[in-house]
């Protein structure tokens, strides 16, 4: 720590993201990446940037990728903010409706970031329990994020993932809609795995967006689209709290001019996305059957990985954390978290028919 550090940050502890190790053959199951690679269109939209087209600075806003993300979702561009990935999104978000002090919620478990995103702020992250299902009671919730100690007061904004990490967990539109119009704050629905849930389970927040003047919608290319080495998501919303980012806390060229020309011609290419998330689906019910026969309790996911709760060792420590190495040490990287909560769970991401093959040869000495 240099002696010039801000003195609010000195007991930060910053986001430690997944391993990313680069030995050759390594299986990734760790963070969540899409096993397909992404569109060739958007391949192919890289020879089209050309040096001019580098020598000068990208549009401000994204608005050919805005434009095509308004078609796809049947939206205005006026309703969305293209960003540098849904991280950044996250970060805008903090800066822009939250003064330092406020009080930000969200349920426990939930992506890790952010409470390190609102330290970084100086706000007061609070969380709410998720049931032992992962499942969110809105009635409860709300009695959180409005405040239940006395001269409390409503939270600030209010953050969901959904479908929930690390649970895959999806939450109804009826129980998020609840919150958003019970809720005077603003609340941010992450739905950075959208792109996963069963089509027949007909969920759709963007009427909502579109409606509602306090929901923000993340969404991001780096799960659906296979692109996380790119950078890029957005976020969804009323056209007020849109403008309020993009004219106020967005840096002026916060997304390239590579990134804006491959993330257009990959959300144009439905066709090709809806394949991989098929694929990776089928791979979802396949492994969570077998994994659940090997006698792990396996949550209902509508995203691309699977939680897993192994069976403790017969002296009670956790065989996540035993199987975490040994699969490790067999090139096959998996998430742990060593929480309490998630003590005897292994967080793993949807790979391709071989990968989950691997994974499986690998784990079941470990669970029998
Ligand atoms: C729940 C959740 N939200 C948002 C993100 C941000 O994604 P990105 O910044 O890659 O678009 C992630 C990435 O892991 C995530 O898991």
């Not at 509508?302 to 067999?330: C, D, I, M, V």
């Amino acid at each position: 720590m240099s002696g010039f550090l801000r003195q609010t940050l000195r007991n930060v502890t910053g986001y430690v993201p997944g391993e990313q190790l680069d030995r050759p053959g390594i299986i990734k199951l760790n963070t969540n990446e899409n096993p397909y690679p992404p569109s060739s269109k958007a391949c192919a939209a890289l020879a089209t940037v050309s040096p001019e087209m580098l020598r000068r600075y990208p549009n401000p806003t994204a608005r050919a990728f805005r434009e095509a993300a308004a078609a796809v979702h049947g939206l205005s561009p006026d309703h969305i903010i293209a960003t540098n990935g849904g991280d950044e999104l996250l970060r805008l978000i903090f800066a822009t409706f939250a003064e330092a002090g406020d009080r930000i919620v969200s349920t426990d478990p939930t992506y890790s970031l952010y409470p390190v995103l609102a330290a970084l702020e100086g706000l007061r992250f609070e969380a709410h329990a998720l049931d032992n299902t992962y499942n969110l009671d809105p009635q409860a919730f709300l009695r959180f994020a409005c405040g239940e100690q006395p001269n409390q007061g409503p939270a600030t904004i209010a953050l969901i993932v959904s479908p929930h990490a690390p649970s895959g967990m999806l939450f109804t539109e009826a129980q998020l809609t609840t919150i958003a119009q019970g809720f005077p704050g603003l609340l941010v629905v992450d739905e950075a795995y959208v792109d996963f849930i069963a089509p027949e389970i007909g969920h759709n927040l963007l009427p909502c967006a579109q409606t509602l003047p306090n929901l923000i919608l993340l969404r991001s290319l780096s799960k659906g689209y296979g692109l996380a080495g790119l950078r890029f998501g957005y976020g969804i919303g009323h056209p007020d709290l849109i403008a309020d980012m993009t004219g106020l806390t967005k840096d002026s060229y916060n997304t390239d001019v590579i990134a804006q020309a491959l993330a257009e011609a990959a959300l144009r290419d439905q066709g090709y996305a809806m394949d991989t998330w098929q694929r990776v689906r089928a791979e979802r019910e396949y492994l969570r059957s077998e994994l659940s026969a090997l006698g792990c309790r396996v949550y209902p996911s509508q995203t691309n990985f699977l939680l897993a709760e192994l069976p403790p060792l017969a002296n009670g420590n956790s065989r996540a954390a035993t199987a975490y190495a040994a699969l490790k040490q067999a090139g096959i990287l998996v998430r742990y978290f060593d929480t309490p909560r998630l003590v005897h769970a292994l967080r793993i991401t949807l790979g391709t028919p071989e990968q989950n093959a691997a994974l499986l040869r690998q784990l079941k000495p470990l669970l029998t």
